[in-house]
């Protein structure tokens, strides 16, 4: 059973850059769709960006592309969030998930279509 656990979250301050990080054990991270999403209080969970290891494509939600990169080690078995330029706004608990079907990129974003979440990690950006 595959178990994923988020760490690196924290409290920044706008402008500011943290990487998050989510480990994998109980089976291998390659050749799987894997993504971050986050959650603000009161909000529904969004999708933030999305990878699937055997494409050279990346999947960023509009509000981040540009500030924030998805990246995979499988040596590691671990997945990464690198945000830079941090908004008040995306203060939240961040979420990596992994899916059984890889499915079209235009559907990567979508929470519905991962089976296995970390416990998330909380991220607060103050202005």
């Known amino acids: 059973q595959l178990q994923l656990v988020e760490s690196g979250g924290g409290s920044v301050q706008a402008g500011g850059s943290l990487r998050l990080s989510c480990a994998a054990s109980?089976?291998?991270?390659?050749?799987?769709?894997v993504a971050w999403f986050r959650q603000a209080p009161g909000k529904e969970r969004e999708g933030v960006a999305a990878?699937?290891?055997?494409?050279?494509?990346?999947v960023y939600a509009d509000s981040v592309r540009g500030r924030f990169i998805i990246s995979q080690d499988n040596s590691k078995n671990t997945l990464y969030l690198q945000m830079n330029d941090l908004k008040p706004e995306e203060t939240g608990m961040y979420y990596c998930?992994?899916?059984?079907?890889?499915?079209?990129?235009?559907?990567?974003?979508?929470?519905?279509?991962?089976?296995?979440w970390g416990q998330g990690t909380q991220v607060t950006v103050s202005s």
């Open positions: 998930a992994v899916a059984n079907l890889c499915w079209p990129e235009s559907m990567r974003l979508y929470s519905s279509k991962y089976n296995y």
């Open positions: 109980g089976d291998s991270l390659s050749g799987r769709c």
């Open positions: 990878l699937y290891d055997r494409s050279v494509n990346r």
